[in-house]
């Protein structure tokens, strides 16, 4: 388990914006800036990475916002 969370969980991440955002799925998303080099298994070792493997673009309405469904 890593943070409470058992690896192989699924989740959805909003991102409050009305900027275009380039997300794809196969995309990794962790919280906050990470200043370290892009090694996938070292990042994972030191923080909690999440995988995208969904998008959804609602940044019509009032609520403008990206919806990004993860997994561990």
């Not at 969980?9 to 892009?38: M, Q, V």
């Given at each position: 388990?890593?943070?409470?969370?058992?690896?192989?969980?699924?989740?959805?991440?909003?991102?409050?914006?009305?900027?275009k955002?380039?997300?794809?799925?196969?995309?990794?998303?962790?919280?906050?800036?990470?200043?370290?080099?892009?090694?996938?298994?070292?990042?994972?070792?030191?923080?909690?990475?999440?995988?995208?493997?969904?998008?959804?673009?609602?940044?019509?309405?009032?609520?403008q916002?990206?919806?990004?469904?993860?997994?561990?």
């Amino acid at each position: 388990m890593i943070n409470g969370l058992e690896k192989g969980s699924t989740g959805s991440i909003t991102i409050p914006t009305t900027e275009k955002l380039n997300i794809s799925t196969d995309d990794y998303i962790i919280e906050g800036i990470i200043e370290d080099e892009f090694d996938l298994s070292k990042l994972q070792n030191k923080y909690q990475v999440f995988k995208v493997v969904s998008i959804d673009d609602n940044r019509k309405g009032g609520l403008q916002h990206y919806k990004i469904g993860v997994s561990e």
